[in-house]
């Protein structure tokens, strides 16, 4: 498939805030903040002109993982199913979504039905997952999970692609054409090999800025071309001067300050940008998203 972003263009998107609750990144406002608090920001992200809102994806968060990862993460298509009803253009991205827990057909009818309730909006993000007690926990050895998935990335194209898979048929079918788009995340090799031969871009997961270029590099001698969607999660950034401690590396500022600084990602050859902010409320957060979408996106295209 073509890229979804279009040439020149510079795409935007964020993680939403709530739907997962990961002590390592969550803000401390999110904790006590549900659905109203979710749905404000996807609205804000919309109205802002954002290319797409992600809610990325656990089922089973082991006990032992608990106190770094938090217990709470919302389905991430039952959420996306939600929030498209209160959305009108963003696009609806899984970032990333653990295909080894589902059956590909089971995956292709929600993606597929999601799809047509969204009219045409969504962006499969798939990875091969790391928590082998989750991975016991929903009855999937965790050995070999990388060749599996490249089998179930097959089967999810196919039906995706075509209604009728092995003489049964999946349906409702997605409004897209041939399909919706998969992009593969990771950051190690194999992801990028992977996302370079068997999706239609990669969405690296936190991969710094000085370690993208040996990536790059990877991925399109890899696909043996430069075409693709690809992807950075950015440093923090906060519009204008935050008047209280972000206490974390930020890049706040005006909003010519902050367009260079996320140019430094393109001029590697990224084409979209998932950008967060520090905040201390929903209303900051969509506050923040309001005013980038206002000041900074217009400079980055």
Request: net charge negative.
């Given at each position: 498939m073509p890229p979804i972003v279009q040439p020149g263009q510079v795409a935007v998107g964020i993680q939403l805030p709530v739907q997962a609750?990961?002590?390592?990144?969550?803000?401390?406002?999110?904790?006590?903040?549900?659905?109203?608090?979710?749905?404000?920001?996807?609205?804000?992200?919309?109205?802002?002109?954002?290319?797409?809102?992600?809610?990325?994806?656990?089922?089973?968060?082991?006990?032992?993982?608990?106190?770094?990862?938090?217990?709470?993460?919302?389905?991430?298509?039952?959420?996306?199913?939600?929030?498209?009803?209160q959305t009108t253009h963003t696009r609806l991205l899984t970032s990333v979504y653990n295909l080894l827990y589902r059956s590909a057909l089971v995956a292709a009818k929600s993606f597929a039905t999601l799809d047509l309730l969204s009219a045409g909006r969504v962006i499969i993000g798939v990875g091969a997952g790391h928590l082998e007690e989750e991975f016991e926990a929903v009855g999937v050895t965790f050995a070999g999970r990388g060749s599996r998935l490249d089998a179930a990335l097959g089967q999810l194209d196919e039906a995706l692609s075509e209604e009728w898979v092995n003489e049964v048929a999946v349906a409702p079918r997605p409004i897209q054409r041939p399909r919706p788009p998969i992009w593969i995340g990771g950051s190690a090799p194999p992801a990028v090999r992977r996302a370079a031969r068997l999706a239609d871009g990669w969405l690296p997961q936190g991969t710094p800025r000085e370690q993208m270029p040996a990536?790059?590099?990877?991925?399109?001698?890899?696909?043996?071309?430069?075409?693709?969607?690809?992807?950075?999660?950015?440093?923090?950034?906060?519009?204008?001067?935050?008047?209280?401690?972000?206490?974390r590396g930020c890049t706040s500022g005006s909003a010519d300050r902050i367009a260079a600084a996320l140019r430094r990602w393109t001029e590697l050859g990224v084409n979209h940008l998932q950008v967060r902010f520090p905040s201390r409320s929903a209303e900051e957060l969509c506050a923040q998203v309001s005013e980038f979408g206002r000041d900074v996106l217009p400079l980055l295209s």
């Amino acid at each position: 498939m073509p890229p979804i972003v279009q040439p020149g263009q510079v795409a935007v998107g964020i993680q939403l805030p709530v739907q997962a609750q990961s002590h390592y990144f969550v803000e401390p406002w999110e904790l006590e903040a549900g659905p109203a608090e979710l749905a404000a920001v996807a609205v804000a992200a919309d109205r802002a002109g954002f290319f797409y809102v992600a809610v990325c994806d656990h089922v089973a968060i082991p006990r032992s993982r608990a106190a770094g990862m938090g217990t709470i993460w919302y389905d991430p298509v039952a959420t996306l199913s939600w929030l498209a009803a209160q959305t009108t253009h963003t696009r609806l991205l899984t970032s990333v979504y653990n295909l080894l827990y589902r059956s590909a057909l089971v995956a292709a009818k929600s993606f597929a039905t999601l799809d047509l309730l969204s009219a045409g909006r969504v962006i499969i993000g798939v990875g091969a997952g790391h928590l082998e007690e989750e991975f016991e926990a929903v009855g999937v050895t965790f050995a070999g999970r990388g060749s599996r998935l490249d089998a179930a990335l097959g089967q999810l194209d196919e039906a995706l692609s075509e209604e009728w898979v092995n003489e049964v048929a999946v349906a409702p079918r997605p409004i897209q054409r041939p399909r919706p788009p998969i992009w593969i995340g990771g950051s190690a090799p194999p992801a990028v090999r992977r996302a370079a031969r068997l999706a239609d871009g990669w969405l690296p997961q936190g991969t710094p800025r000085e370690q993208m270029p040996a990536l790059l590099e990877l991925y399109r001698t890899t696909r043996g071309d430069r075409s693709g969607d690809i992807g950075a999660i950015t440093e923090w950034l906060y519009v204008g001067t935050p008047t209280w401690d972000v206490d974390r590396g930020c890049t706040s500022g005006s909003a010519d300050r902050i367009a260079a600084a996320l140019r430094r990602w393109t001029e590697l050859g990224v084409n979209h940008l998932q950008v967060r902010f520090p905040s201390r409320s929903a209303e900051e957060l969509c506050a923040q998203v309001s005013e980038f979408g206002r000041d900074v996106l217009p400079l980055l295209s």
